[in-house]
């Protein structure tokens, strides 16, 4: 089984600011199968990016994401009030499928 | 647009089986893609429990193996979860979702709490 671990568990920003995510994988996550999902409090997850860098359909373009193998970051630029939420990020190329722990994005 | 909405009783008993099922609306599950469930506990992240193609074919998160059944309906538009033998630690927000191999899981549904307690 893949563990992801995310860093760091909480981030404190200012709207405007630039938000660095990190999702660290325990083997290497094949194809780059590595999606990053968004999820604000009593909503389900909402897909950001897949295959590491690609956008899902409707997601702002100041989120991206990159890296490959077993390192792998979401950025957020210029945050936005509603950017602040808890982020995971899941990978899909073997079963079972993993999520990292989160990390919470939250308003200084 | 695609949409999933989950059912099934908010609370279970130990030791009997939870059932849910997600209605799927847009979109024919014939067509294609894999359907999954995913909950997550009360305040905690996320776990993958399985995911079905509309042909029948299964996958199962080995650590819920031996108590999850998977089902698809083409005729309803739906598939189902049933996982046996709960405990208190089933208790969770579950999730139904629709599974790309290539990108994700794309569309949730909203989430239906199930909590386990006699």
């Known amino acids: 089984e893949i563990v992801l671990t995310q860093s760091p568990g909480t981030l404190s920003l200012s709207p405007g600011e630039r938000a660095t995510l990190s999702c660290r994988a325990s083997?290497?996550?094949?194809?780059?199968?590595l999606a990053w999902y968004q999820q604000k409090p009593g909503q389900a997850p909402r897909l950001l990016i897949y295959?590491?860098?690609s956008r899902a359909t409707g997601i702002p373009d100041r989120f991206s994401g990159s890296g490959s193998g077993t390192d792998f970051t979401l950025t957020i630029n210029r945050l936005e009030p509603e950017d602040f939420a808890v982020y995971y990020c899941?990978?899909?190329?073997?079963?079972?499928?993993?999520f990292g722990q989160g990390t919470k994005l939250e308003i200084k | 647009q695609v949409q999933l909405q989950e059912s099934g009783p908010g609370l279970v008993k130990p030791s009997e089986t939870l059932s849910l099922t997600c209605a799927v609306s847009?979109?024919?599950?014939?067509?294609?893609?894999?359907w999954g469930w995913v909950r997550q506990p009360p305040g905690k992240g996320l776990e993958w429990i399985g995911s079905?193609?509309?042909?029948?074919?299964?996958y199962y998160n080995p650590s819920l193996k031996s108590r999850v059944t998977i089902l698809v309906d083409t005729s309803k538009n739906q598939f189902s979860l049933k996982l046996s033998s709960v405990t208190a630690a089933d208790t969770a927000i579950y999730y139904c979702?629709?599974?790309?191999?290539?990108?994700?899981?794309?569309?949730w549904g909203q989430g239906a709490l199930v909590t386990v307690s006699s």
């Open positions: 079905i193609y509309h042909s029948g074919i299964t």
């Open positions: 083997q290497s996550v094949s194809s780059s199968y």
């Open positions: 295959g590491a860098s």
């Open positions: 979702a629709r599974v790309s191999g290539s990108q994700g899981f794309q569309h």
């Open positions: 847009g979109y024919s599950i014939s067509n294609g893609y894999y």
């Open positions: 899941q990978q899909y190329g073997s079963s079972p499928y993993t």
